[in-house]
DNA sequence: ACTTACAAACAGTCAAGTCTGTTTATTTGG
DNA sequence: CCAAATAAACAGACTTGACTGTTTGTAAGT
């Protein structure tokens, strides 16, 4: 046996907990709600039964803590990225690929998950709602960033933003039933390519590039055409065994 | 005893099942494939437990053949629509609204309760997608007829179409969380907008009536501006309680 | 000493699938 | 055409297994 060191009570609690809502995250995007037991959450985390019980007094108490958590983190993360964005005023292009990006690693598919037990379980959702508007004020302080650095309407912008959350949401569903990344990435460029025509160019910054007619037949093939080559675009499709995080 | 004539075993068969297949989808929206139970089922479809488990031999079974009933139902009226737009030649505007109409009155509810079955259990799955795509080719028919009518190109129409779908989808799951009929009407006016962009006048008639600037603030409130005034657009924000088709 | 963290056995519930028995329709031999 | 034979539709009890929440007991920290 490695020497155990003693932890204050303070550390235990801290790190089981941890360990119990990483295990519920996991196993929520593994395995799906429905299938996960408590018995099974505590085997993952490497804890007892008892230890659970004693931390969390219904397996609805660990599920919406757990998703809390995952949500809160990613919310840390928006923010950040707001900031970045914010400082060195970054494109759309760039917002849709995080945003695409955070939401096909797990947060959408763990959203998937417990959107049915949410809209069947009203104190499962009022548990949820709070941090989920959190959740979106991060988003909105990303796109708010961009359309103050590019003189954007905030009304309008906040359809947009609405919007590619929506499709990028409804593209991550469509990902369990069809395996086509072609479908995928085309689907994303296009909507860059939407994005785009919604911010003016940076009024610092000259020339444009290419002005582009802004009539119907817009992007007959918007694949290429958009900025960025591919950095990470598209290509997760439905990972059922995900590593953690 | 009122007259009970008497009924081929081939009708009783029909009867039973068609029972069986509506109270699973009716359960299936209303309550989620989690909480629903065979005998809970047959209850509701009013036949015996040993009667649902004669004519389907797993819970599973049931469920996949009821969902596919209803998908069949769905691709039959899509294919109907396809052919009546084709005839008379109807708007982008309107194929959005149908899409948003069918898609919130159940066919997703209950799709987003089915997903995460499907996403952990191959058989299952295997079980859809065959059907699931029929689906689209209803929806591709519907759209190609549009392409066609107005001359657009046909790989640039499926993208908006995919990404019509995949926008409503989003939309759609957002209401479990999030209940706000202007947030949902505005996205709607939004996209229909969008989607207008992309196919040319009818040849055939002559004039536009206001064509609108298509720059970057194209819908400052694109709200009221576009065709038709609001028949039935959006105001559905997760019906709990649905009453049967 | 006393409280908190952890461990494990326990009790009650309920589902899915199987099995046995009963009624209703269809087939067939006279 | 009818009655016996057969098959299908239906009804409900039973078995097994698993899960949740509870309780009782032990070890670690304050």
């Not at 360990?19 to 196993?27: F, G, H, P």
């Not at 037991?37 to 008892?50: D, E, L, N, W, Y």
């Not at 947060?107 to 417990?114: D, H, R």
């Amino acid at each position: 046996m490695a020497e155990r060191r003693r932890r204050s009570q303070h550390e235990r609690t801290a790190e089981t907990s941890a360990r119990l809502l990483n295990a519920t995250i996991d196993l929520l995007h593994d395995q799906g709600f429905s299938r996960i037991s408590t018995p099974q959450i505590a085997a993952q985390a490497g804890v007892s039964r008892g230890a659970l019980t004693h931390h969390f007094a219904t397996k609805e108490e660990l599920v919406t803590d757990a998703i809390n958590a995952m949500l809160e983190r990613v919310t840390a993360d928006l923010h950040r990225f707001a900031e970045d964005i914010a400082a060195r005023g970054g494109s759309s292009d760039e917002i849709v690929d995080y945003i695409w990006r955070m939401m096909s690693d797990r947060l959408f598919y763990v959203t998937m998950e417990y959107l049915p037990e949410a809209r069947h379980n009203d104190e499962f959702k009022d548990r949820l709602v709070p941090v989920v508007k959190n959740f979106h004020a991060g988003l909105d302080a990303i796109w708010m960033a961009l359309a103050a650095s590019r003189g954007a309407d905030p009304g309008h912008t906040r359809t947009v933003m609405n919007a590619s959350m929506c499709l990028v949401r409804g593209m991550i569903a469509q990902t369990v039933l069809r395996e086509d990344p072609d479908y995928y990435s085309e689907m994303l460029a296009f909507w860059k390519a939407q994005v785009a025509r919604h911010f003016p160019e940076k009024p610092a910054r000259a020339a444009r590039v290419a002005p582009k007619p802004a009539t119907a037949p817009a992007a007959k093939r918007a694949a290429e055409p958009n900025s960025k080559p591919a950095k990470s675009l598209p290509a997760r499709t439905a990972p059922k065994r995900g590593a953690r995080a």
